[in-house]
C-alpha cells in the first residue's frame, strides 16, 4: 500500500523521488546566476576611497555576509573588530607604511620602484577598517574538521572575507585587503588576546577609482594565468613519484550509492530511522551483486608455531582442530549461532605449503606462501559469493598475538595498544604476549625495512595462513560485488591486508561487530567502518559476524517489505 509522504514543517521539505527528477531545480534563475558571475567578476582590490561614511545598515550587510560564510565545523571562528577611529587608524597606518618599505627592500629595483609607485593609502582613506580575526583558542580536536586540517579555521576566516568582499561590490562599496602588518604588531594595536590571529585589515569606504581589472593586472604586477594552467585532474602530473599499483576492484559508482539510499528514502519513517543498519542496508544494496536473502559463514582455522614455541595461549594448539571438527558438525558455538541466523557453515583448514616460522625468530609465511594462500581464498570467495552474504570466522590457538603483531606492523601501533589477554590469559600471559609481539616487530622491521609497510611483505612476516586466506576471500567476494561481514579481529585484520591490496574492497565490508581485542577498535577506524554490535564479544569461530548478519538480513527485508509513500 502506498501512503502520504508525511512532510516535515521544518527543514528540507523535499523528497528523493523530486530531487531525483531535477538534479538541478535548487539552482536560481538566470538573471540571478548572471548577476552573481558578474559580481564575482567585477570585484577589486581598491585602493583609492571617497571619505563619505559608510551607512549603518549598508556596513551591517556586509558584516552580515561575512558571517554566513562557510566555517569548518559550523565553528564560526572569525571576529571583526570594526575601526573607525582615527588614533587607531593612524597608528595602523604607520604599521603598513614601515612594512612597505621593509618588503620593497627586498625586492629586485624594478620591481621595488614599482611596488613604492602603487598607491597604498587606503587606511588613512576609507571611512572604516575591519580586521578579521581568527579565535583559535578552541581545540582543533574540538571542532569538527580541524583534527586533521588545523588552520581550516582560518580558511573559514579566508572565505567570510570573500563574502564581504562581494558583498560590498554589490552594494557599489570598495574593500581592499592590507596584509602589509607583522600580524604580531597589528595584534598588539587591537589588543588581540593570546590564540586570536589577524588576518589583516580591510578597507572598506566609497571608492574613489572604478577600475575595469584589478590593480596589479592594469600596473603590470601579475597577469592572469589561464584557467587551464590551473586545473590538474586525478594527482599532481609528473612528479616523479611511482603510479599506484593498478586496481583490479571499482568501488560501487556514484549512481548504484545514491539508488541504495533513495530506497530508504520513500519509506513510511524517518530517514536514518534504523541507525547504523539503515547506513549497513545502503552500503549492501549499492554492490553490484544481488540482494542477499541469505549467505554463509565461513569458519577458516590455521595453526600457528608461536602458540607452542612461546606459551601466548592459555589453551593447547590441539583445540583449533577441535573447534574446526565442531564446526563442520555443525556443533561449535559459531556453527550454532549461523544457524539460527539461516546462514550456511563452511569449515576450512588452511595450510601453509611451506614451513611456518614462529614470528620471533622467522617470519611467519614465506612470500611464496602468503601469494598462494591469498589466491585460494580469491577462489574460495567467489564460490561463496553465489550464496550471498559472505561472513567471516576463524580459529586458530595463539592468533590473537599474530594479529595483534600483523596490526602494529600495517597500522604502525604500539604492542602495548594492540595486545590484548585473550581468552583465558592472566596477566603474565598477557607480558608474554606483549614481548612476543614487541619482538616480533623488531625482527621483522630489521629484516625487511620500508618494506614492512607493503601488505604482502607485512602478512608474510606477521600474518599466519588463516589470515591470508581470509584476506583473499575478501577480495574475492567483494570482486563478485557481495558482502562481506567481519567478525573480531583477526578477521578485520585480514580485511585491513586485502583494502591495502585493493582499496575498493572496503565497499564491501561490513563490520559484524567490535570485540574485547584491544586493536580491534583501532582496526577497525583503519578500515573506515563502524560496528552493528559491541557485545564485548571474546568468542571467535564467527559469533558476531552471524548475529549481525541476522541483523543485516532483517533489515534488508524491512527496508523491501516496509510501506512506501506517495
Known amino acids: 500500500m502506498t501512503w502520504p509522504r508525511p512532510v516535515p514543517v521544518i527543514g528540507d521539505r523535499t523528497h528523493a523521488a ?89 625586492l629586485t629595483p624594478d620591481r621595488r620602484a614599482r611596488l613604492l609607485d602603487l598607491q597604498l593609502e587606503g587606511i588613512r582613506e576609507a571611512p572604516v577598517g575591519v580586521v578579521v580575526a581568527c579565535d583559535r583558542r578552541t581545540h582543533a580536536t574540538g571542532v569538527l574538521g580541524r583534527a586533521t586540517f588545523p588552520d581550516a579555521d582560518l580558511w573559514s576566516c579566508a572565505c567570510a572575507i570573500q563574502n564581504m568582499w562581494l558583498a560590498a561590490r554589490a552594494a557599489g562599496l570598495g574593500m581592499g585587503w592590507v596584509t602589509l602588518f607583522r600580524p604580531a604588531d597589528l595584534a598588539a594595536l587591537l589588543h588581540l588576546p593570546d590564540g586570536v590571529e589577524t588576518l589583516g585589515w580591510l578597507c572598506l569606504g566609497w ?67 534504523l541507525g547504523v543498519l539503515d547506513r549497513a542496508v545502503d552500503r549492501v544494496l549499492a554492490l553490484p551483486g544481488a540482494e542477499p536473502a541469505g549467505g554463509t559463514l565461513l569458519v ?31 556443533e561449535s558455538l559459531g556453527a550454532s549461532t549461523a544457524r539460527q541466523a539461516g546462514l550456511r557453515v563452511v569449515a576450512h583448514h588452511a595450510l601453509s605449503p611451506d614451513p611456518q616460522g614462529d614470528l620471533l625468530t622467522a617470519d611467519a609465511l614465506t612470500p611464496a606462501a602468503a601469494a598462494a594462500l591469498v589466491a585460494e581464498g580469491r577462489a574460495l570467495g567467489r564460490a561463496l559469493a553465489a550464496h550471498g552474504l559472505v561472513c567471516l570466522g576463524e580459529v586458530g590457538i ?51 625495512g620500508a618494506a614492512l609497510a607493503e601488505p604482502m611483505t607485512a602478512l608474510a612476516a606477521l600474518g599466519g595462513p588463516e589470515v591470508a586466506v581470509l584476506a583473499g576471500v575478501t577480495l574475492g567476494a567483494a570482486a563478485a560485488g ?41 582496526v577497525l577506524t583503519e578500515l573506515g567502518l563502524e560496528p552493528l554490535l559491541d557485545l564485548r564479544l571474546r568468542a571467535g569461530e564467527g559469533v558476531g559476524a552471524a548475529l549481525a548478519a541476522q541483523l543485516l538480513l532483517t533489515a534488508l527485508r524491512a527496508r523491501r517489505t516496509a510501506g512506501r509513500v506517495s
Open 482 to 522: 557481495v558482502p562481506v561481514v567481519l567478525d573480531g579481529l583477526v578477521t578485520s585484520v585480514a580485511a585491513a591486508v586485502a583494502v591495502r591490496l585493493e582499496p575498493a574492497a572496503q565497499a564491501a565490508l561490513v563490520a559484524g561487530q567490535r570485540s574485547r581485542e584491544r586493536a580491534h577498535a583501532e
Open 398 to 448: 595463539g592468533n590473537t598475538t599474530v594479529a595483534a603483531a600483523l596490526a602494529c606492523g600495517l597500522l604502525g601501533l604500539g604492542p602495548d595498544d594492540a595486545v590484548g589477554l585473550g581468552a583465558g590469559a592472566d596477566a603474565a600471559m598477557l607480558e608474554r604476549k606483549r614481548a612476543v609481539v614487541r619482538g616480533a616487530l623488531d625482527r621483522a622491521r630489521a629484516a625487511h
Open 18 to 106: 523530486e530531487r531525483a527528477a531535477d538534479p538541478s531545480g535548487w539552482a536560481f534563475d538566470p538573471a540571478t546566476v548572471e548577476a552573481l558571475h558578474t559580481v564575482i567578476g567585477a570585484r577589486r582590490d581598491i585602493r583609492r576611497y571617497r571619505p563619505d561614511p559608510v551607512p549603518p545598515e549598508v556596513l551591517r550587510g556586509v558584516l552580515e555576509a561575512g558571517h554566513r560564510a562557510p566555517s569548518v565545523g559550523h565553528s564560526q571562528p572569525w571576529r571583526f573588530v570594526v575601526v573607525t577611529g582615527q588614533q587607531t587608524r593612524d597608528r595602523a597606518a604607520v604599521l603598513a607604511d614601515r612594512e612597505r618599505l621593509r618588503q620593497a627592500g627586498q
Open 207 to 273: 571608492p574613489d577609482e572604478r577600475p575595469p581589472e584589478p590593480g596589479l593586472v592594469r600596473h603590470g604586477w601579475s597577469s592572469r594565468a589561464p584557467l587551464d594552467e590551473v586545473v590538474l585532474h586525478e594527482r599532481w602530473p609528473a612528479d616523479g613519484s611511482p603510479e599506484a599499483p593498478v586496481s583490479h576492484l571499482a568501488g560501487p559508482q556514484p549512481e548504484a550509492v545514491v539508488a541504495a539510499r533513495d530506497t530508504g528514502d520513500d519509506l513510511l519513517a524517518v530517514p536514518g530511522s
Open 300 to 330: 577458516v582455522a590455521g595453526d600457528h608455531p608461536v602458540a607452542a614455541a612461546h606459551a601466548v595461549s592459555a589453551y593447547p594448539s590441539s583445540v583449533t582442530a577441535d573447534v574446526l571438527a565442531a564446526t563442520g558438525t555443525g
